[in-house]
T-cell receptor
């Protein structure tokens, strides 16, 4: 069955540094890979989607890469701020099919 | 963007009882989704609710345990039946984001504790 692993449950970094989160998957060939942010007591919020034929996608301080050979996505937050502290979820799917989520990585940015 | 509300936001229930969770969207949507997020686990899709037809359940979830209603294009309910402590979880509803296919808006979730 499909399996998604996010590199660690928790990541602690200092303000201003770049946070890098990893999403690895097995037994699956997704058409799309998505990243969501989830704050405590709230539902996930969509951040970025990258397609299987795309290598990199950027949005403001966020950058996502997608390597279908390594079966891995990297999610970068540059110039991190305490307000970036949250849980970040990776999700995969084929077009029109259900999203498969990872367990998430909780990022803490200290000032 | 779609605004999704859920009721109740949290509840504490006794074993063997049932709880109905409501999901309201501020615009008409074709499909609504129900997820479960157990402590330390990933979001898992329970079922997809289409207006005017039976919900489609994912493997491991059955209608008798999680009956779903979808009376119109802005509203759905999920009932957690005959609850046990293992049903303690956050339950979330979501809808498709029309701006980008296959991405979703999520509601705030309902935190359920079963004693």
């Amino acid at each position: 069955s499909q399996k998604i692993e996010q590199n660690s449950e928790a990541l602690n970094i200092q303000e201003g540094k770049t946070a890098t989160l990893t999403c690895n998957y097995t037994n699956y060939s997704p058409a799309y890979l998505q990243w969501y942010r989830q704050d405590p007591g709230r539902g996930p919020v969509f951040l970025l989607l990258i397609r299987e034929n795309e290598k990199e996608k950027r949005k403001e301080r966020l950058k996502v890469t997608f390597d279908t050979t390594l079966k891995q996505s990297l999610f970068h937050i540059t110039a991190s701020q305490p307000a970036d502290s949250a849980t970040y979820l990776c999700a995969l799917n084929q077009a029109g099919t259900a999203l498969i989520f990872g367990k998430g990585t909780t990022l803490s940015v200290s000032s | 963007s779609a605004v999704i509300s859920q009721k109740p936001s949290r509840d504490i229930c006794q074993r063997g009882t049932s709880l109905t969770i409501q999901c309201q969207v501020d615009s008409q949507v074709t499909m609504m989704f129900w997820y479960r997020q157990q402590p330390g686990q990933s979001l898992t899709l329970i079922a997809t609710a289409n207006q005017g037809s039976e919900a489609t359940y994912e493997s491991g979830f059955v209608i008798d345990k999680f009956p779903i209603s979808r009376p119109n294009l802005t509203f759905s309910t999920l009932t957690v039946s005959n609850m046990s402590p293992e049903d303690s979880s956050i339950y979330l509803c979501s809808v498709d984001r029309v701006q980008l296919v296959d991405t979703q808006y999520f509601g705030p979730g309902t935190r359920l504790t079963v004693l």
